[in-house]
């Protein structure tokens, strides 16, 4: 009797351990999915999904639009296709300075609403 009861103990420990292993691992799997946003043109990004974009400022292009309380510039890619951009943060302390950025975010209406913008 006291045997049995040994193996019940076993095999509940190693299904509570497997069910942790599991369960760790899928959710390391949908943390590094989501890590993943695959980098895009001007012209995919206007798609609509979750996506990054890296392409040059247009630094006379920029405004800080007091309705939406965010940051409006321009930017161009390589094909010389232009998107206006929407920030609600603080820019990177260096934006003046670079060209390009890489923006991630979604094409939301006529505007990429940017919520990460990283200078290159």
Known sequence: MKLTTQIGQVKTAYLIGGGLIIG?????????????????TVKQARGGTYCQVTARVLHASRRYDSANKATVFEVVDEHGDRMRIRYGRTLPANFDEVEQVSIKGRFDDE???????LTK
């Open 24 to 40: 760790f691992s899928v959710m390391a799997l949908v943390s590094f999915s989501q890590a993943m946003v695959p980098y895009v």
């Open 111 to 117: 505007v990429f609403a940017a919520d990460e913008v």
